[in-house]
């Protein structure tokens, strides 16, 4: 009997026009903060104004933005809880697999540094000769620093403040954690420690950074770091996978190309969003913005909270970016003994970051056994960034000079190279740069960045530049803070009014 062919499938809209809270923008802050809220039972519509995929395609191959480290979650007591409360703490802590030792090349010594304080004393006596008893002592006293300002990150109150007195009532809370404000014990006159003081700005994105990126994020991922699978947006695939496991409306990307939403409005107390090719309009009493603030200032209202909004987005300068090259290898060219973690002093090109994971091929799920990406970063000024692949040109060869110093022969051998901020999909995507700020104002927390709270009285920020002084954990506390003040919020909102 004949059959009729199957009936195209095509991808519904969302049905729904009216939510509790909308979360604009593919940053891990608001995808954190959108898995909580599903959990929590509200009704969530998530617009990713920046594509989910696993990274971004070129040349065959998938490669993802760094960091691809991180250390283990028992270390940010709230961002686990954050993720045991979405029941993925089990899952993802298995996917994470220790790098092994950090390794440190200068002009004259070549070196690892393992955490277990014995070994790394043995490795610093066989370097340096006497001298590295001094070094093992202070790099003992650092890692053991974090254990210090862990009180202040246990609870979410007034963190990220908004307002003056939010900013008293964290400021007093800070005073009582002593860690919190303790100075690196790293010297900038070693020239180990002057290069491991180097690595901070690939790891939080404030500068002059506090010193809490020192005494706790670099101090974390010196004691033990963890592959990261997929970097960032392996991350945020996972969260938006549960996001949508849990009943949240995902407004999908699926046949753009280039941005979701085409503006914010502001009616009254609810919050619209404006969506490309829809009729239907989004509202809700909350919004939660996870995305770069040029962009996001680029879809307010030029007036009323819009413009309010617009201006505290425009509190910090851009000085620096992070400009990370892939290279594709195979395995058996790396040369023997290196690691997945190596930190190298690039000479005139500075502190060059050098992470190795494995590869993926486009389309694929599994990954290339042969085949290694080795991703080196380097800071270059924001403005070269303006002037196009031809700004570009010269930092990516100080970049690649210092992976063929490093890797001899490899060259050759080369399957693919990409640079995500030429071949990439830009500051649209997960694979956008970090870029370091120049925070307008300061913190005796040594936190500063836009806060959480915004002067529009709905909308709430959980992007990168919520808080720069931690790196990723602070990305994660935004999104966590943010979840936490609209549930309180809509909790105490009449039923009968909903």
């Known amino acids: 009997m004949p059959t009729l062919p199957p009936r195209p499938r095509i991808a519904p809209g969302p049905s729904r026009h009216v939510y509790d809270v909308l979360v604009l923008g593919a940053e891990l802050g608001g995808a954190l903060a959108a898995a909580l809220l599903a959990k929590r039972g509200l009704r969530v519509l998530w617009a990713?104004?920046?594509?989910?995929?696993?990274g971004y395609e070129h040349d065959g191959f998938l490669f993802t933005s760094p960091p691809h480290v991180v250390p283990p979650f028992r270390t940010w007591p709230m961002v686990e809880s954050c993720f045991t409360e979405l029941g993925l703490t089990t899952g993802f802590q298995r996917s994470l697999k220790p790098v092994g030792p950090w390794q440190v090349v200068l002009p004259r010594h070549r070196l690892d540094l393992p955490g277990e304080a014995p070994r790394?004393?043995?490795?610093?006596?066989?370097?340096?000769g006497s001298g590295g008893s001094r070094v093992a002592d202070t790099l003992g006293s650092l890692t053991a620093m974090p254990e210090g300002s862990?009180?202040?990150?246990?609870?979410?109150?007034?963190?990220?403040?908004?307002?003056?007195?939010?900013?008293?009532?964290?400021?007093?809370?800070?005073?009582?954690?002593?860690?919190?404000?303790?100075?690196?014990?790293?010297?900038?006159?070693?020239?180990?420690?002057?290069?491991?003081?180097?690595?901070?700005?690939?790891?939080?994105?404030?500068e002059p950074a506090?010193?809490?990126?020192?005494?706790?994020?670099?101090?974390?991922?010196?004691?033990?770091?963890?592959?990261?699978?997929?970097?960032?947006?392996?991350?945020?695939?996972?969260?938006?996978?549960?996001?949508?496991?849990?009943?949240?409306?995902?407004l999908s990307q699926e046949g753009l190309a280039g941005r979701a939403v085409d503006g914010i409005d502001f009616e009254g107390s609810q919050v619209t969003l404006r969506v490309r090719g829809a009729e239907a309009v989004y509202r809700a009493?909350?919004?939660?913005?996870?995305?770069?603030?040029?962009?996001?200032?680029?879809?307010?209202?030029?007036?009323?909270?819009?413009?309010?909004?617009?201006?505290?987005?425009?509190?910090?300068?851009?000085?620096?970016?992070v400009l990370p090259?892939?290279?594709?290898?195979?395995?058996?060219?790396?040369?023997?003994?290196?690691?997945?973690?190596?930190?190298?002093?690039?000479?005139?090109?500075?502190?060059?970051?050098?992470?190795?994971?494995?590869?993926?091929?486009?389309?694929?799920?599994g990954d290339e056994e042969s085949l290694r990406t080795v991703t080196a970063s380097t800071l270059v000024g924001s403005g070269v960034r303006d002037a196009g692949e031809s700004g570009l040109r010269l930092p990516t060869a100080g970049v690649e000079r210092a992976l063929e110093a490093l890797m001899?022969?490899?060259?050759?051998?080369?399957?693919?190279?990409?640079?995500?901020?030429?071949?990439?999909?830009?500051?649209?995507?997960?694979?956008g740069p970090q870029v370091i700020y120049e925070p307008g104002g300061g913190a005796a927390t040594g936190l500063e960045g836009l806060g959480v709270r915004t002067p529009a009285r709905h909308v709430l920020f959980a992007g990168r530049e919520a808080v720069l002084g931690v790196g990723l954990e602070g990305e994660l506390l935004a999104g966590a803070r943010a979840a936490a003040l609209v549930h309180e919020q809509v909790r105490k909102r009449d039923p009968l009014k909903r």
């Open 150 to 206: 862990d009180p202040f990150f246990r609870f979410l109150d007034d963190f990220a403040p908004g307002g003056w007195l939010e900013r008293i009532r964290l400021r007093r809370r800070a005073a009582r954690v002593e860690g919190l404000t303790r100075p690196s014990p790293l010297s900038a006159d070693e020239p180990l420690e002057a290069l491991l003081t180097g690595v901070v700005p690939f790891l939080v994105q404030q």
């Open 285 to 321: 009493q909350w919004l939660v913005a996870a995305m770069n603030p040029g962009l996001l200032a680029g879809l307010l209202p030029e007036e009323g909270p819009g413009k309010k909004l617009a201006e505290h987005l425009g509190r910090l300068v851009p000085k620096r970016l």
């Open 48 to 54: 990713e104004h920046a594509n989910l995929a696993p």
């Open 120 to 128: 790394r004393l043995a490795e610093l006596q066989r370097e340096f």
């Open 408 to 431: 001899p022969f490899s060259l050759a051998e080369r399957v693919a190279r990409s640079v995500p901020l030429v071949d990439g999909p830009g500051a649209l995507a997960g694979a």
């Open 325 to 365: 090259v892939h290279w594709v290898l195979p395995e058996k060219v790396l040369p023997r003994g290196m690691g997945e973690l190596v930190l190298m002093d690039g000479g005139q090109t500075g502190p060059v970051w050098i992470q190795v994971q494995p590869t993926r091929r486009a389309g694929t799920r």
């Open 210 to 250: 506090g010193p809490l990126a020192v005494t706790r994020v670099l101090a974390q991922l010196l004691k033990a770091a963890l592959r990261l699978p997929g970097g960032r947006e392996g991350m945020r695939e996972t969260l938006g996978k549960r996001f949508t496991e849990l009943g949240g409306t995902l």
